[in-house]
């Protein structure tokens, strides 16, 4: 039933903030002048309750059935607005913003001008509502449990969160053991409490709980579907260890023909361990896993007459037999926490990572100078007779960070103070090494970081001003090529040790978890959250969010926070128990489809198919969309040649008026 | 009368106040067009493509134009004065039947205007093309029906016959442009008018087919006869005594118009009821309507067939659905 | 070139099936050089059957042209499968309709004419006016030759066909159930000579030659209803409701006409040239046509109408398509 | 006063209502011109037709659902098909709309006084109905009986429901209602109007039986009369064909030899017998 | 001309980058031509290539696409459809003698703000230099 449109317009002022630009009195008498209007108001807020109010008050008394508001950017506000529109007992769908102040006020200078656009673009606004149809909101149930990819600190946290809560996790960690970075970790800043003495409770929790099925040394394949109803397929690899069986006594480990000749990733490659092995002593679940990359037994066939493992393990848990497997599950919400990894200091090649054994990276150093790591905490380079402690030691710090020519803008946010933390800890095992800090600037922007910085300083450990520029070796020492910039003076400082305080980076395999949810990138590289302040931990794809590092640095107290966050995002889904799905999705006039299936290749998602329905007698294939699986992208209705797919909110009939608003005159 | 051919520039330019529409090549078409150099006339060839019709009938016309909002309607203004030179005979005998549609109960205004503004010098047809039947349907190369003066090419001069006031008013202008036409003019101009005539070679009696239509209604030769069309407006725009029109409104910015625009039987929107009925569903139907609405129906109404025999459709037809052949074969079929 | 004969006896053994209820091919026209399409739904019908350089019809056209009437109630649709007889171009349109699924496969049978070109009757009217008698061509080594009222003519095949036959690449049909006839050369020339002139003229230019020709157009839509990939249930560009494009014919809504009809046919126009042959007032549609012929081909390296698994298209894309036009 | 045959009056909507709800719904305005002169030499009489629109929309013909004897006002029901009538629907008191008219021959009222009448309605087919029934409500004394047949698919879908109660009052007046399928609390006929129509079985003599509807309804509803041996000349109905002028010169509503816009809508079935196409 | 000439560019923006670039761009407060007037469509697969024509038609001077670079289409591969179908309706334009200028295509980012800015201040001053669309606009029939 079509009743005549009746359109209230509302112009807010944004505070000065579209006001100041754009004459919002001369918009509203323009806007009543527009076909269909009845009401045009503005007003200081139209976000604000009295702002909503006045919405939902004129839509009561004036039977306004749909509404145009002129304000900040649909992004920002359309939810909130929608609401408004229910609460006044009309179809949220009614609701058309043009967009005043992102694309206008803030965007141009001349009030006339941007008057000028403003009132175009409500024209266009008014226009399109006109045409928007009522459309109802569909709920789906939601599968009450989630997957969490990634098993650092935040995909612990985010799935203790979660399973407290009661609902099922499925915690999914690429690498042998959870933990992640945190696990690599000596002490934190600025509290200086042991890493693995805080985090190992909560790996064990989360192992532990009834609530969390573990899936480590594990990778997503493939997630289909839709919030509240995605299909996962994780890949089990194989261990070639009974997991049933393997009570972690580490027996075949020391009996490999490999035993400590294979790098250490945990250790960084500074220390070494078997091909069979435990990454770290807490690793959780502390079971054994055969490197199938350095295995004589995987890689060559054979490895002596038997593997020594398989021999050693009294429990026989040693299974080459043992084969992938994949799970499959349903899952309400995914929470990405795949974490970081630290940027390669070979790609600055001026600082000889690459050529000198004692440049470290900071990662490194924290490995070096843990008493669970490689020298047990000695703090000595070389090797065997070559081993000597180092006492002339410098930090150099924003090592890939804050570089453009490493294409990573943007600061770390943890080397400043993970480089004072390693600086205070050298000191306390070295206390007469002389400790020295190249910096650009020194960032204590957190909560007890500036007094850390203090101690620190009060220490004894320099902080020099300057951006080296080289390093080399000369005399069997580091020499570092340095203007100190608060001088001014070129400075040549010999060192026995050089530590880079390397930034943080997406991870490198990235790719691989964009293309099993569609996440985007910001420019950092970084996963995109879907607003920065507001929806920090959301995605784009709906009922995806994200935790820690993976969305951009951050140190464990925010990305635990972060992780609380997600936790709550997706808690909010599963505990409700259902989902909306998208209204603005695309339907067939099967009476002018011709059936030539061009929408059903189209589609993304295959959500479009052919169905052979009767035409007056004839059997004909029409296309047909299935709501669920459809997302509104709208793609379908471009490319049909005959226009009868159409996107709802943004069908032909919809859009066509608002090019001849803005093409037009106003 | 007799104007020297040299002298027809002048004696258009001799025509005051009024836009002088001539057969003209416009993209690939010869069509009627305002001229502006008489040079690019042309007055030889047969038949234009797109009949004169467009300049009584536009294809696109405004009728109404009101402001968006607004109640205040504007018809639009009346057409100034015209004169088609060069047209046909079987092309003013066209409008001539049309005339019966337009003014039929009540005149329709903006053809009204344009009709009793235009002046019709028509160009017997000395060289008939090969689908040319006029002689069949009442009329001849030099018919007069319709036109206010019809010129013959006598080589290098036109003889002038006056036909009406309106021709005479025409002359008169250019009385000093003129020469008296001698006996032997006119004699040769009769001949070569009969000879033409005689040149055409398609032929049909049509006496009896308004009559034996609507018995037809329900004889496979409709089938038969559509099978191949492909249900475009060509037969029918292009037809100068088609006259079927749309109405629609456009708006550009906040002003709006109604106006109409040619329309065909042809097509299958133009009988399409809004709850998807069609009462011609297909071209059987649409092609029977055609033909019957040409043979029969305006034969009960208005006493003449509404076909002139200019040929337009036949040759313009991409797929060879000929007219006569239909006609033919409609003679033919058993009752 | 084809026995006639030959071709007359396939047609009513094809007719004959019980699976068959129409054949369509071409009959003489009903005067001098046209010719029609005639639908043959008994062998006698056959007897008119005939296949020249006259028959310049893509029937593949009335595969999806055909009307589907309302099946009274309690009947049955009839759906035995059509014959059809496809030159080289034509048969291209039969492929493309069925990669697009606008008819399944299994409801033509398809009669293939390997073809030497077809004749373009403006250039033969234009040489000989005013032909009534009825005339027959026929393709003689690589030339044409026509019975003429006033005796026999010969013409180099490239005087006297159409601009498509130039630049046609599949002389033999790509799909077909039975062949008549043998195999031909492939003349056609690969490039793009005949749009390469207006090419490199400038946008003005360009414009300047479209204008008139694009503003002379009746909207007769002619040129889409004959067109074989055009068979949708309600064009686009007729639609009211909402109006893409304005029923008034003028150089605006004419020229949104001819563009987004050439747009359609991106990557599905076979080039079999009916457009731009039917036209009454002979806009060069093939021009608009070939350039998103050319464009298709070597940005997108493809071709339509060849392989009936294809996929159309505008409904993929490969990641590195081209994108130097993107800022 | 405007005597431009294409340039319409503007009235002004006084009053609508919905008739029948849904997708297809029907809506009634009641309009009256602003142009006083308009109004006063407007003149109409039962079956005819006018020009309705909405200006940048387009116009639609559309039956006059009042008879000249309910006062200076005219009424026209609506259903929500395309376009134009869409617009219409948006249309609320006090809004305009167009009219030009009227169009369309009438029912020959006078050649009927002393007769017997009865309307056969279905759908939205009441509507050119509802004038005669009114008109010769009006003028009761001048006309014979008056049965009123009218049917729906279901009563939801009745147009101008109110009426009949008070109708039925009305001396030598009859009303008969239907519905296709049966419902709750409906206490008049179920199934098909054609099936009532031989239930009534009304007697040919002295009776104009007048039917107007789909198509189909209409087939049937002649086939019945001729089995109640009604004379062609005695059965009228009216055609609703496409128009876009409304005055015989845009083409396309003819049926056969018969413009509907000027040689009906109003046609009696010995004319309407001829012509093949007017029953397509 | 004395007063200089102003293009009307209409913009097909998607939801998910090029829309919240430029949202981004306001938050920014990067200044730019006002010439420019924003259409959003969830992602530049719906824009419909007949919708840059019937801009034309409707009195736009200029027409600009924008998504997301290829690969980060929100809903994967829309704008991967979005280039193909646009690379041929620019040539189609072009060779019926529609100069280059008047249609634009883009990717930009949410996060490119900066960029957005360089896209609009490019599309208007060459749209400056081309002047008015007398090609075959609507406005330009006589009624
Ligand atoms: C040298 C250094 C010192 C630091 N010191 C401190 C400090 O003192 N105090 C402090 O607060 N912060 C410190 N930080 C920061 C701290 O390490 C991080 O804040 C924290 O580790 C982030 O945790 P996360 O869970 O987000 O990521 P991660 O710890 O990186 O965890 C991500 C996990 O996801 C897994 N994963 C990745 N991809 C996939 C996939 N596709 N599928 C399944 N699993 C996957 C990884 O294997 C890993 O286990 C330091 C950082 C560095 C580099
Ligand atoms: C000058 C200035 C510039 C800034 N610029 C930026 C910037 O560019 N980017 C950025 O991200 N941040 C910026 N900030 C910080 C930003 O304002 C805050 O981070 C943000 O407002 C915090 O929001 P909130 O919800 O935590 O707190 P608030 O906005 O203070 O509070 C939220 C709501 O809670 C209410 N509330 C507060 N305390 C209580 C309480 N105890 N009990 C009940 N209700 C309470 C408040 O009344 C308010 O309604 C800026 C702040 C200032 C002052
Ligand atoms: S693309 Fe359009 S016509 Fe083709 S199947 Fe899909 S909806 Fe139907
Ligand atoms: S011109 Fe020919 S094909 Fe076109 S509608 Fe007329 S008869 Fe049919
Ligand atoms: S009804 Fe058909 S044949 Fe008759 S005038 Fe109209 S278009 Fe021409
Ligand atoms: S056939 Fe020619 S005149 Fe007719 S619509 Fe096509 S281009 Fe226009
Ligand atoms: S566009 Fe023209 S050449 Fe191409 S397939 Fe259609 S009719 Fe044939
Ligand atoms: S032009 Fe386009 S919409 Fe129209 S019939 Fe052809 S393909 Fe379909």
Not at chain 1, 421 to 432: C, N
Not at chain 1, 630 to 642: H, Q, R
Not at chain 4, 81 to 105: F, I, S, W
Not at chain 4, 216 to 230: D, E, S, T
């Amino acid at each position: 039933m079509s009743s005549k449109p009746k359109i209230g317009v509302y112009i807010c002022h944004c505070g000065i903030n579209i006001a100041k630009t754009v004459d919002v009195e001369e918009l509203t008498r323009y806007a009543v002048k527009l076909p269909n209007v009845r009401v045009a108001r503005d007003y200081s807020y139209m976000c604000s309750d009295p702002g909503q109010l006045m919405i939902r008050e004129d839509i009561r008394k004036n039977g306004l059935n749909r509404v145009v508001v002129a304000s900040c950017s649909p992004r920002m506000h359309e939810l909130t607005f929608r609401k408004a529109l229910v609460e006044a007992g009309l179809n949220p769908y009614y609701l058309e913003i043009a967009n005043i102040r992102e694309h206008c006020s803030w965007v141009h200078k001349d009030k006339q001008e941007a008057t000028a656009k403003a009132k175009k673009l409500l024209q266009a606004a008014v226009a399109k509502v006109r045409f928007l149809e009522p459309l109802q909101e569909k709920e789906v149930d939601v599968e009450a449990s989630a997957l969490i990819i990634g098993g650092g600190i935040a995909g612990i946290q985010a799935s203790l969160d979660i399973a407290n809560a009661g609902f099922k996790v499925y915690l999914v960690e690429k690498t042998p053991s959870i933990g992640g970075r945190m696990s690599q970790l000596d002490k934190t800043f600025p509290t200086l409490d042991c890493s693995a003495c805080i985090l190992t409770p909560k790996m064990v929790d989360a192992a532990s709980h009834p609530n969390i099925t573990l899936l480590t040394y594990s990778q997503v394949e493939s997630i289909t579907g839709y919030v509240g109803n995605f299909q996962v397929k994780v890949r089990k690899k194989a261990r070639y260890v009974d997991f049933s069986k393997c009570t972690g006594c580490g027996l075949c480990a020391e009996e490999c023909r490999l035993a400590d000749r294979v790098k250490s990733e945990f250790n960084m490659g500074i220390g070494n361990r078997s091909a069979i092995y435990l990454p770290f002593p807490q690793a959780v679940p502390a079971k054994y896993t055969v490197d199938p990359h350095s295995c004589l037994f995987l890689t060559r066939g054979k490895c002596g007459k038997s593997p020594k493992c398989v021999e050693a393990c009294p429990a026989g848990a040693v299974d080459f037999e043992q084969k992938d497997e994949i799970v499959e599950f349903k899952t309400g919400t995914v929470i990405v926490a795949t974490g970081f990894d630290v940027f390669d200091a070979a790609r600055k090649p001026e600082y000889g990572y690459s050529d000198y054994d004692n440049v470290l990276t900071g990662l490194e150093m924290e490995r070096l100078i843990s008493s669970s790591g490689p020298t047990g905490g000695k703090l000595v380079l070389g090797k065997g007779d070559g081993e000597y402690v180092p006492k002339e030691i410098a930090f150099i710090k924003c090592v890939g960070s804050r570089d453009k020519s490493t294409g990573n803008e943007y600061c770390s946010r943890v080397c400043c103070m993970y480089t004072a933390k390693l600086a205070h800890l050298v000191k306390d095992k070295l206390p007469e090494a002389n400790v020295r800090i190249y910096y650009m600037d020194v960032r204590a922007f957190g909560k007890g970081f500036e007094e850390f910085y203090d101690r620190v300083r009060r220490e004894g450990v320099r902080y020099i001003r300057g951006n080296p520029s080289e390093i080399f070796k000369r005399n069997g020492k580091l020499v570092i090529m340095v203007e100190d910039t608060l001088t001014a003076k070129p400075l040549e400082d010999e060192v026995d040790m050089v530590v880079l305080a390397v930034g943080l980076e997406p991870r490198r395999d990235a790719r691989e978890v964009i293309d099993l949810l569609r996440l985007s990138q910001s420019s950092d590289r970084f996963f995109l959250e879907a607003h920065p302040k507001l929806a920090p931990v959301d995605t784009a794809t709906e009922g995806v969010y994200l935790a820690g590092c993976a969305q951009g640095p951050k140190d464990i107290p925010d990305t635990v926070a972060q992780a609380k966050g997600a936790a709550s995002s997706a808690l909010v889904l599963l505990s409700s128990g259902k989902v909306k799905v998208q209204a603005q999705i695309s339907w067939v006039n099967e009476a002018t489809c011709r059936g030539c299936g061009y929408c059903v290749e189209i589609c993304p998602y295959t959500a479009i198919e052919l169905v052979s329905v009767n035409k007056m007698g004839h059997e004909v294939n029409v296309a047909r969309v299935n709501e669920a699986l459809c997302k509104g992208c709208g793609a379908c209705a471009a490319g049909c040649l005959s226009g009868s797919v159409q996107q709802k909110s943004f069908m032909d009939s919809q859009i066509l008026p608002q090019i001849a608003a803005l093409g037009g005159k106003s | 009368m007799k104007l020297n051919k040299d002298k027809l520039a002048d004696f258009l330019a001799a025509i005051p106040g009024k836009t002088i529409f001539g057969p003209q090549l416009s993209g690939e078409t010869l069509k009627f067009t305002p001229i502006t150099k008489t040079g690019d006339l042309c007055l030889t060839a047969n038949n234009t493509t797109v009949p004169p019709k467009s300049v009584v009938f536009p294809q696109t016309e405004t009728m109404l134009r009101f402001e968006q909002g607004a109640t205040d309607i504007r018809t639009a203004e009346p057409a100034g004065e015209t004169v088609l030179f060069g047209i046909r005979p079987c092309d003013a005998r066209a409008m001539y039947i049309v005339d019966n549609v337009f003014f039929w109960d009540v005149d329709d205004p903006y053809y009204l205007a344009r009709r009793t503004n235009s002046t019709l010098v028509g160009m017997a047809c000395l060289d008939p093309c090969v689908n040319c039947f006029c002689t069949s349907m009442g009329g001849g190369p030099a018919s007069t029906e319709g036109l206010d003066l019809l010129l013959t090419d006598l080589g290098d001069s036109y003889l002038l016959e006056v036909l009406t006031g309106k021709g005479e008013m025409l002359c008169q202008g250019a009385g000093n442009l003129l020469d008296e036409a001698s006996v032997a003019d006119k004699e040769a101009a009769k001949l070569l008018q009969q000879k033409a005539a005689g040149q055409i070679r398609r032929k049909i009696d049509p006496s009896g087919i308004p009559a034996r239509l609507p018995a037809l209604w329900e004889s496979p030769v409709w089938e038969k006869v559509s099978a191949s069309c492909l249900g475009c407006g060509i037969c029918t725009y292009l037809c100068p005594t088609c006259h079927c029109f749309d109405m629609q409104d456009e708006t550009e910015g906040a002003e709006s118009r109604r106006y109409r625009t040619w329309d065909s039987c042809m097509f299958p929107e133009y009988t399409l009821h809004a709850s998807g009925h069609n009462p011609r569903p297909a071209r059987r139907e649409r092609t029977r309507n055609r033909i019957n609405h040409k043979f029969s129906y305006f034969v009960d109404k208005f006493k003449v067939i509404a076909c002139v025999g200019c040929g337009r459709c036949i040759n313009l037809c991409p797929v060879n659905i000929d007219i006569l052949d239909i006609l033919s074969k409609v003679g033919e079929e058993a009752l | 070139m084809p026995d006639l004969e030959k071709l007359r006896a396939l047609a009513k053994e094809t007719i004959s099936r019980d699976d068959i209820k129409c054949l369509i091919g071409w009959r003489p026209g009903t005067y001098g050089y046209r010719t029609s399409p005639h639908f043959v739904r008994s062998p006698e019908d056959a007897d008119q059957l005939i296949f020249s350089p006259l028959c310049s019809s893509n029937l593949a056209t009335y595969l999806t042209l055909a009307e589907k009437r309302p099946v009274p109630r309690g009947a049955q649709p009839d759906t035995r499968k059509v014959a059809i007889l496809v030159k080289g171009c034509d048969s291209r349109a039969v492929v493309q309709q069925v990669a697009e699924q606008g008819i399944k496969r299994e409801a033509v049978y398809v009669i293939g004419c390997p073809c030497e070109g077809i004749i373009d009757l403006r250039k033969l009217e234009d040489k000989y006016p005013h032909t009534l008698e009825r005339v027959e061509a026929r393709w003689e080594n690589g030339k044409i030759s026509l019975d003429l009222p006033g005796g026999r003519a010969v013409f180099p095949r490239e005087e006297i066909v159409a601009g498509k036959c130039l630049t046609c690449r599949y002389p033999n049909p790509v799909i077909a159930d039975v062949t008549v006839g043998e195999d031909v050369e492939v003349r056609g020339s690969a490039g793009f000579e005949d749009i390469n002139w207006l090419e490199v003229k400038n946008a003005q230019e360009r414009w300047a030659f479209w204008r008139d020709k694009v503003n002379s157009c009746l909207r007769c839509y002619s040129c889409r209803n004959v067109c074989p990939m055009c068979y949708c249930e309600e064009c686009i560009l007729e639609k009211q409701n909402p109006a893409w494009i304005q029923r008034s014919v003028n150089i605006s809504e004419n020229t949104a006409f001819q563009l987004a009809r050439a747009f359609h046919l991106a990557g599905r126009c076979i080039e079999c040239g009916e457009c731009e042959r039917v036209c009454p007032v002979e806009i060069p549609l093939t021009h608009l046509n070939r350039k998103l012929v050319k464009e298709v081909s070597e940005q997108f390296a493809f071709t339509p109408g060849v392989d009936p698994e294809a996929k159309p298209l505008l409904v993929g894309y490969r990641p590195n398509d081209k994108e130097d036009f993107i800022l | 006063m405007n005597t431009h045959p294409y340039k319409p009056n503007i009235a002004t909507v006084q009053d609508t209502w919905f008739e029948t709800y849904g997708d297809r719904c029907i809506k009634t305005f009641k309009v009256v011109f602003d142009d006083e002169e308009v109004r006063d030499n407007w003149t109409h009489l039962p079956g005819q037709c006018a020009m309705i629109g909405v200006l940048g929309t387009g116009e639609s013909m559309i039956s006059i659902s009042c008879s000249p004897t309910e006062g200076k006002f005219l009424r026209f029901s609506v259903m929500r098909a395309g376009k134009v009538t869409k617009a219409l629907h948006e249309l609320e008191a006090g809004d305009k709309m167009t009219v030009r008219g009227p169009y369309g021959n009438n029912f020959p009222v006078d050649e009927w006084k002393g007769k017997n009448i009865i309307t056969i309605g279905g759908g939205i087919g009441q509507a050119p109905l509802r004038p005669i029934i009114e008109y010769i409500r009006a003028k009761k004394a001048e006309y014979g009986d008056l049965t009123v047949v009218y049917g729906a698919r279901t009563s939801a879908d009745l147009c101008f429901k109110g009426e009949f109660s008070e109708l039925a009052k009305v001396e030598n007046t009859s009303c008969r209602l239907s519905i296709d399928v049966k419902e709750e609390d409906w206490p008049h006929y179920v199934g098909f109007v054609p099936a009532l129509l031989m239930e009534i079985n009304p007697s040919f003599e002295n009776t104009i039986a007048i039917t107007c509807g789909p198509p189909i309804m209409i087939n049937f509803v002649l086939q019945n009369l001729k089995k109640l041996n009604f004379p062609d000349e005695q059965i009228y109905t009216t055609l609703e064909n496409r128009m876009k002028c409304g005055i015989g010169k845009c083409g396309r509503c003819n049926a056969g030899n018969l413009y509907v816009c000027k040689d009906g809508p109003v046609f009696s079935y010995a004319t309407l017998k001829n012509v093949p196409e007017a029953f397509a | 001309m004395s007063e200089k000439f102003e293009p009307n560019v209409v913009a097909f923006l998607c939801n998910w980058c090029s829309y919240a670039g430029a949202d981004l761009a306001g938050t920014s407060r990067i200044e730019y031509p006002p010439n420019l007037h924003v259409i959003r469509v969830m992602c530049s697969g719906r824009v419909n290539p007949l919708f840059i024509v019937n801009a034309l038609q409707q009195g736009a001077d200029g027409v600009l696409v924008s998504g997301c670079h290829p690969g980060d289409c929100h809903y994967m591969e829309g704008n991967f459809l979005a280039r193909r179908r646009f690379a041929l309706m620019r040539e189609l334009l072009n060779f019926v003698g529609v100069d280059e200028s008047r249609f634009n295509m883009s990717w930009v980012s949410a996060s490119e703000g900066a960029k957005w800015k360089d896209v609009v201040t490019g599309v208007v001053n060459n749209l400056r230099e081309a002047g008015a669309f007398t090609e075959f606009p609507r406005k330009k029939i006589d009624w």
